[in-house]
T-cell receptor, first 112, second 114 residues
Framework: GENVEQHPSTLSVQEGDSAVIKCTYS??????FPWYKQELGKRPQLIIDIRSNVGEKKDQRIAVTLNKTAKHFSLHITETQPEDSAVYFC???????????FGSGTRLQVQP | DTAVSQTPKYLVTQMGNDKSIKCEQNLGHDTMYWYKQDSKKFLKIMFS???????INETVPNRFSPKSPDKAHLNLHINSLELGDSAVYFC?????????????FGDGTRLSIL
């Protein structure tokens, strides 16, 4: 089955700096890669996703890049703000599997 | 106008009791899921139903029994609660029961066993 590894487990940055979270996956059939943000005490919320026919996708301050050859994808947050502080989860999936496989999460702390 | 709603939000109970959590989605999705999130924040899938049919049944104690009366509802009943069952349980839904669909989560049910 699919295995998704996520690094780092914790990340602390100064407000205004950039943050990068990386994930690797094992199943070359995976073709869908969403990212979820979970604020303290709240539900995971989809913030951006990318499909395998695209190498990069951007939405304001967040971007996701995908390297299918190396089987890794990354979340980039620029000009971080305190409200970006949360746990971020990557996930991978494909049509042939019945659910997403989630990474173990990254706790991002943005220091004001 | 909540898309995926769970009740109750908090559940505090004694060891050995039986409890249920309810979930409803109004997105018109075919597939619903139950996840367990422990204190380390791992999101572990437990069950998935596609149009009332069980399609994922992970290694979960048989004290946990899901029920889907229709595709908009997925309930979770837990018998003989144990201390290790303390966690946040999330319901989620997706358009189809395949791994290439975004999942929409409910607000979670925080279960605390005394």
């Amino acid at each position: 089955g699919e295995n998704v590894e996520q690094h780092p487990s914790t990340l602390s940055v100064q407000e205004g700096d950039s943050a990068v979270i990386k994930c690797t996956y094992s199943d070359s059939a995976s073709n869908y890669f969403p990212w979820y943000k979970q604020e303290l005490g709240k539900r995971p919320q989809l913030i951006i996703d990318i499909r395998s026919n695209v190498g990069e996708k951007k939405d304001q301050r967040i971007a996701v890049t995908l390297n299918k050859t190396a089987k890794h994808f990354s979340l980039h947050i620029t000009e971080t703000q305190p409200e970006d502080s949360a746990v971020y989860f990557c996930a991978a999936g494909d049509t042939g599997r019945r659910a997403l496989t989630f990474g173990s999460g990254t706790r991002l702390q943005v220091q004001p | 106008d909540t898309a995926v709603s769970q009740t109750p939000k908090y559940l505090v109970t004694q060891m050995g009791n039986d409890k249920s959590i309810k979930c409803e989605q109004n997105l018109g999705h075919d597939t619903m899921y139950w996840y367990k999130q422990d204190s380390k924040k791992f999101l572990k899938i437990m069950f998935s139903y596609n149009n009332k049919e069980l399609i994922i049944n992970e290694t979960v104690p048989n004290r946990f029994s899901p029920k889907s009366p229709d595709k908009a509802h997925l309930n979770l009943h837990i018998n003989s609660l144990e201390l290790g069952d303390s966690a946040v349980y999330f319901c989620a839904s997706s358009q189809a029961g395949t791994g290439d669909q975004p999942q929409h989560f409910g607000d979670g049910t925080r279960l605390s066993i005394l």
